[in-house]
Nanobody, 128 residues
Framework: QVQLVESGGGLVQAGGSLRLSCAQS????????MGWFRQAPGKEREFVAT????????FYADSVKGRFTISSDNARNTIYLQMNSLEPEDTAVYYC?????????????????????WGQGTQVTVSS
């Protein structure tokens, strides 16, 4: 089992920045990839950014590319999402996710079903 706890959400004005954190605990040695998804009211949970330990690959949704950056600490126990130039459309609950299944070469991690564990989420609200 892997437990995930997000932090860093809050209220920010459009154009501002926030950094989200996600700390994992439990069987962390089994994690192969982690990432962020978000869910706005009335919408499906959507992919934001993910990273694979194998090869250090990162993946971004087109809507956040160039504005958001995913990273991890050296121990890969915590991942971060640096969010710059925030827009009202970024308002959502942001969820951290972890995958313990192997990540095969060429696999693009951008689908909710590809992840095995989820955090409780942290609210990000961007005012106009």
């Amino acid at each position: 089992q892997v437990q995930l706890v997000e932090s860093g959400g809050g209220l920010v004005q459009a154009g501002g920045s926030l950094r989200l954190s996600c700390a994992q605990s439990g069987r962390t040695f089994s994690t192969e990839a982690m990432g962020w998804f978000r869910q706005a009211p009335g919408k499906e949970r959507e992919f934001v950014a993910t990273m694979s330990w194998s090869g250090g690959r990162t993946f971004y949704a087109d809507s956040v590319k160039g504005r958001f950056t995913i990273s991890s600490d050296n121990a890969r126990n915590t991942i971060y999402l640096q969010m710059n130039s925030l827009e009202p459309e970024d308002t959502a609950v942001y969820y951290c996710a972890a995958r313990t299944r192997p990540v095969y070469s060429g696999l693009r991690l951008a689908v909710r079903a590809q992840f095995d564990y989820w955090g409780q989420g942290t609210q990000v609200t961007v005012s106009s």
